[in-house]
Structure formats: C-alpha cells, structure tokens
C-alpha cells in the first residue's frame, strides 16, 4: 500500500472504497466533518506512514512487466546501459548489465575502461561492450590540453549511444580514478540534458555525494544506496548522523532535500522514497549476504523503470498504479524480484549462495508472477 502525505491508496480498489462508504456513513450519521476536513486533519498530524512490501509489490510487478508480443520488435523491452567498469572492478558492471537482460530487457550495453573490456566480453557474449573511458594512469604522460581532448572524445563516442537508451546505471565497477569520474560526471551531465533516467549505485555514489548538483532536483534519478553510502549522504545533505529512530521522516527528508531524487535505501527492508510518499519492501528474501546484490538491484531497477515509464505512458494514468512516480515503482518491482530470486537460490544452495546463482533465479521468480503464456 502506498502512503502520500499520510493518506492511504491502495491498489486494493474495492475493499478501500467499501471502508470509505462506512466511514462515510459514520460521519453523517455523527453529524461530524467531512471525509476532506478529516483527511486534511491526517495530513497535518501525521509525518508518514510506511507500508510493507507483500502483496503490493507483486500487484506493481505485474502492472508494469510488458506481455511477450510477437508483434514488438527487438528494443522495445528495453535498452540499459551500464557505465562502470575498471581495471579492478569488473564483476559489478557484469551483474548490473546480465541482470537488465535476464529479466527481459532486450539490449545491454557496459560503457568501461580498456582493462576492463576484454574481461568483460569474456564473461558473456550477450551483453555490448564499449571501452571507451580512461583511467589517469593510461593517459599520465598527456598534458592537460591532451586530456581536455581525451575528455571531449568520450563524452562525443557516447552520445552517440545515449538517445538510444532507455536508463542508464551508473556506477558498478566504476572506481574512484579522478580522471574516470570527471569523465563519468560529463556522461551524467549530458544525460540529465537529454532526460535519460539513471540508477547511481556503488562508486557513482561516491561521486554524487561529493557532488550533488549532478542530481539534485532530477525527478528520472534514483540512488540506490547501502547502509554506509547512506550513512555518507545524510551526513553530507542532512548535516547529521543517521536517525534510526526516525527512518521514515529521515528518508523523505532526504530525498526532497535532493529535490525530489528518488533513494532506495537497502537494508532489512529497503525503503523508498521520492519526497511524496515512502513504500517499503519487506518480502523475505536471503540470510546470504555475497556481493554483487547491489548490482542486480541497480539493474533490475533500471528495466523496471522504464517498464514502468512505458505503462504510465500507455494507461494515461488511468489508475493507482499509473498515477505513481515511475523511479518509485521502479524500485519497487526491482526490490521484489532481487528478494524473491534470492529465496528461491538460497532454497537450493543454501551458504554456498552466489551472486550468479540469484542471477539464474530472476527469470523463474518473474515467470512465477508474469506467466509468458
């Protein structure tokens, strides 16, 4: 169930409007305010109510995943780029960009360094790898006119690409070279120019907290942060420590002091908001915690997003569902899938749980929810 404001909307139609014609009721028989003077009354009292995942997030789920048609043609599922990718890192921008196709996006594409292309295309043949971004230590011995060049030439390569995607996740894999996070900043940008959605995890949160006007106020950019990335950017926007106590308020003050960002905070139950209303998914999901879950989320997150933007798009926000912000419902189907592929892969694996065993399970958990036929 989503909260706004403290005011309940459920995606469970009929059983709210037959609660809303007693209270009705009620409040006539009394002779008391009506059902608006009441609501505002909640709206003032209450901060924010949180509701659990469960039911709801399956109901999103299902709303938003496209049927397979014959009739679509390849690029209509979705086309994710992942920007991330160094010669340290190269897992990471793996499992974000398997994960996008696994789930049924149609193209995915890993935007790295040189170091890491080859190792990448070595992990599978189905994902589209450019090795365009560079690292200080390729380029030390260039001036900074050379680098300005450099810079320009990276930024021109990928737009090339950029109109072609549907979301962008930014961050797996990325690292913390000052010359990589120049260059990625550019990419981001140019992308917030071009409205192109993006999901900033791992590394790119290192960049945004640092720097937050590349997102602040982005209503298409989600932030997907753990519990030590989080930690960072209350301290950075917030100006305190994390308020445990008060996990709701905190969050929804976060994020519209972001302008409005969406965040995903990860934890027991991952917690979302975009400045309006705060949802939380609380489906149980594994007591594995192996790396590289963030980055299925980030991907996952990606396609759901812009599932999501489509279904809105098509229903003219004809119902509950539609009438929500698309990053929220992004993240949603995108926590509810990771949780239940993650059950579903430690069931059978049990300690010896891996980051690419849950990757195998995506498919089956979706299927589950949304038969193909």
């Known amino acids: 169930m989503f909260v706004k ?39 003032r009292m209450e901060a924010v109510k949180c509701s659990s995942g469960g039911a709801d997030a399956e109901c999103v789920l299902r709303a938003i995943t496209p049927s397979l048609d014959p009739k679509r043609h390849k690029g209509q599922a979705g086309k994710i780029a992942v920007i991330g990718g160094c010669r340290e890192y190269t897992g990471a921008p793996y499992f974000a960009a398997i994960s996008a196709l696994k789930i049924g996006a149609d193209l995915s594409h890993v935007f790295c360094t040189q170091g890491a292309a080859t190792v990448i295309k070595s992990y599978s043949p189905e994902l589209i790898v450019h090795p365009i971004l560079e690292e200080s230590y390729s380029i030390s011995d ?8 450099i810079t320009k030439k990276i930024l021109s390569e990928f737009d090339k690409w950029m109109e072609r995607f549907d979301c962008l996740v930014i961050g797996p894999g990325l690292g913390r070279d000052p010359f990589l ?23 790119g949160l290192f960049l945004v907290t640092n720097c937050i006007e590349l997102v602040s106020g982005y209503h298409l950019a989600v932030l997907t942060p753990n519990v030590n990335e989080y930690k960072r950017l209350v301290q950075k926007v917030l100006g305190g420590d994390v308020d445990d106590q008060n996990t709701h308020e905190e969050l929804l003050s976060l994020s519209k002091q972001i302008g409005g960002v969406t965040i995903l905070r990860k934890g027991k139950s991952d917690l979302i908001s975009d400045g309006e209303i705060v949802q939380s998914v609380s489906i149980y999901g594994s007591p594995r915690r192996c790396g590289g879950q963030g980055d299925i989320l980030s991907g996952s997150v990606a396609v759901f997003l812009s599932w999501a933007r489509q279904h809105i798009s098509a229903t003219e926000r004809e119902s509950t569902i539609s009438r929500t912000n698309p990053t929220v419902l992004g993240c949603i189907a995108g926590s509810a899938l990771l949780r239940k592929a993650a059950a579903l892969a430690f069931e059978h694996k049990k300690r010896s749980t891996l980051t690419t065993d849950i990757i195998e399970h995506l498919g089956q958990s979706l299927e589950a929810l949304c038969p193909a036929s």
């Open 5 to 43: 404001h403290g005011v309940n909307s459920g995606f469970s139609s009929l059983a709210s409007s037959a609660v809303l014609r007693r209270q009705q009721f009620l409040i006539r028989s009394l002779g008391g305010h009506s059902v608006s003077d009441i609501t505002h009354q909640k709206k």
């Open 142 to 149: 260039v001036d900074e006119e050379g680098r300005r060049q």
């Open 181 to 203: 996070l120049e260059c990625v900043s550019k990419i981001m940008t140019h992308a917030r120019e071009s409205n192109v959605p993006m999901v900033v995890d791992g590394d």
